[in-house]
């Protein structure tokens, strides 16, 4: 099985990266981002609790977040794993996650974390918030603050790994299939 945290600051190109592994290598692309939206979409309790935050761009609490994963998280059929893009971003949710895939009997393979310098994240979110209606990529603050948040919380997910020796850094910045080749050639080491 090869279970991939795809990690990285907001605008690192995870949804993307994620998008092209999940086909090239036949795996279930888990992001607790679009489960969200969907919950938003659909007005579920869960959906409109997590909206407070979202339109913010703080986190939503680990709690729901977990809770959400344990219920909508479905492996695996005929599917070689599960990329995992936006989450764990907190030790909380890593620590979470261990739990659930050592249970599973299905640890996590490796956490691959996409680097992108920070002028370069500004720019690609406010460019995806003109083109995709996430209103969580229009406005400066919120951008910021979602960064900034990257860097007290979710950062520290890096040492998690870091101590298993799952940690791997990748350069985020160049070509998307440039990109998608030096993540391919760490995975092909897993
Ligand atoms: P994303 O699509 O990954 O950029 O996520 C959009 C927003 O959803 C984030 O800014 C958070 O508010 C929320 N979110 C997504 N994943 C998580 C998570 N693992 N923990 C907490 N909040 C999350």
Known sequence: MLNIVLFGPPGA???TQATLLKEKLNLIHLSTGELLRNHMAQHTELGD??????????????ELVIGMIKSDMKCCGNKKG??????PRTVAQAAALDELMNDLGMPV?????LEVPHDELIDRLLQRG???????????DVIENRI???????SP?????????KYYPVIGIGDIDEINERLLAVINKL
């Open 157 to 165: 997910v890096m040492e998690y790994y870091k101590k298993q020796n």
């Open 13 to 15: 190109g995870k949804g």
């Open 82 to 87: 599960i990329i995992f893009d936006g989450f």
């Open 148 to 154: 900034s948040i990257y860097h007290s919380l979710t």
């Open 130 to 140: 003109a083109t995709s209606g996430r209103t969580d990529d229009q406005r400066n």
């Open 49 to 62: 609790l997590a909206k407070v935050y979202i339109d913010k761009g703080e986190l939503v609490p680990d």
């Open 109 to 113: 393979s490796g956490m691959i974390a």
